[in-house]
């Protein structure tokens, strides 16, 4: 069974940094994982995700300011997140990639797209107060 934990969630002023880690358990395979979010009356969209290969894609609107990284050691996926914005306030979710999907790799040309991804986590909170 797949399990996605997220934390590392909560309030911060404009300007300030969270990291959000993602605890995985059960991955049958080493796929893509990444992040996604959702801000109240809006739909879901990708943040960062990571391919199996290391290779990485992000939002337009997060580029510079959010980094993917993954913890093989620990199991452990994380978003560091800096120079937060009220705009990134959203609850965030960790997911991994199906395993159809698994061996993507991310480019310029490739973005992150949710219907390769299969499994989800509950989310995390992150709330940006200007």
């Known amino acids: 069974q797949v399990q996605l934990v997220e934390s590392g969630g909560g309030s911060v002023q404009g300007g300030g940094s969270l990291r959000l880690s993602c605890a995985v358990s059960?991955?049958?395979?080493?796929?893509?994982m990444g992040w996604f979010r959702q801000a109240p009356g809006k739909d879901r969209e990708g943040v960062a995700a990571m391919a199996s290969d290391g290779s990485t894609t992000y939002a337009d609107s997060v580029k510079g300011r959010f980094t993917i990284s993954k913890d093989n050691a620990k199991n452990t996926l994380y978003l560091q997140m800096n120079s937060l914005k009220p705009e990134d306030t959203a609850m965030y979710y960790c997911?991994?990639?199906?395993?159809?999907?698994?061996?993507?790799?991310?480019?310029?040309?490739?973005?992150?797209?949710?219907?390769?991804?299969?499994?989800w986590g509950q989310g995390t909170q992150v709330t940006v107060s200007s």
């Open positions: 059960g991955y049958p395979y080493s796929g893509c």
């Open positions: 997911a991994a990639c199906s395993f159809w999907s698994r061996s993507i790799k991310y480019s310029d040309y490739v973005p992150q797209r949710q219907a390769d991804f299969a499994y």
